[in-house]
């Protein structure tokens, strides 16, 4: 029962336009969310979050979206630069255990 | 900061043999976790401590799987008897968990397992 999922296992944008990854989720019960960036050999890396409280979060070119209506989330990034190119996963969890459930990740390449 | 160190980065074994990783999380970091990773998927969760108390394991962490964390600090993982459906990432992460607030995970660099 995959929780966490990001449907897009790839996408390709030039360089200064905006990416936009996307990620569903099926547990109503998560209410923290997370992005995650991973090059190749390197262990992931935090990048943004968010409360499920909040709609929307802001971190210079980063900027998180919450539809807990729709159950979906998506990250921003404006505008993407060649070294953005890495898997991107989304996570989440919620509010009575630590553990991070993850989506299966989307490669993201920027070319000039 | 040194960061999360794992050790070793690669790790091939032959089918049967038992594997011990080590995980060194951020100095004062008092949560760490586990998780494995296989090729296409992301990380899935195996086990988190709380300074040495193991406080919640997954059911991936089969009965040939512990993990300890004997001083609260580094955190090893043994794998016995190990099969080739072991062959993955060890990604271990660390996180404050101060104020009761939600922190967000730092991960190691992995221990990669191939297993023969």
């Known amino acids: 029962d995959q929780q966490v999922k990001q449907n897009s296992p790839s996408l390709s944008v030039q360089e200064g336009r905006i990416s936009i990854l996307n990620c569903d989720y099926t547990?109503?019960?998560?209410?923290?969310f997370l992005w995650y960036k991973k090059y190749p050999a390197e262990g992931p890396t935090f990048l943004i979050s968010?409360?499920?409280?909040?709609d929307k979060n802001e971190d210079g070119r980063f900027t998180v979206f919450l539809n807990k209506s729709a159950k979906h989330l998506s990250l921003h990034i404006v505008p993407s630069q060649p070294g953005d190119s890495a898997v991107y996963f989304c996570?989440?969890?919620?509010?009575?255990?630590?553990?991070?459930?993850f989506g299966t990740g989307t490669r993201l390449q920027v070319f000039p | 900061d040194t960061g999360v160190s794992q050790d070793p980065r690669h790790k091939i074994t032959k089918r049967g043999q038992n594997v011990t990783f080590r995980c060194d999380p951020i100095?004062?970091?008092?949560?760490l976790y586990w998780y494995r990773q296989t090729l296409g998927q992301g990380p899935e969760f195996l086990t988190y401590?709380?300074?040495?108390?193991?406080?919640?394991k997954s059911r991936l962490l089969s009965d040939r799987f512990s993990a300890e964390r004997p001083k609260g600090s580094f955190s090893t993982l043994e794998i016995q008897r190990t099969e080739q459906g072991d062959s993955a990432m060890y990604l271990c992460?660390?996180?404050?968990?101060?104020?009761?607030?939600?922190?967000?995970?730092?991960f190691g660099p992995g221990t990669r397992l191939t297993v023969l």
């Open positions: 992460a660390s996180t404050s968990g101060r104020g009761g607030s939600y922190n967000e995970q730092f």
């Open positions: 547990n109503s019960m998560f209410d923290y």
């Open positions: 968010i409360s499920s409280i909040k």
């Open positions: 996570a989440a969890r919620t509010y009575n255990t630590d553990k991070l459930i």
């Open positions: 100095s004062e970091h008092n949560r």
């Open positions: 401590f709380q300074n040495e108390a193991q406080l919640e």
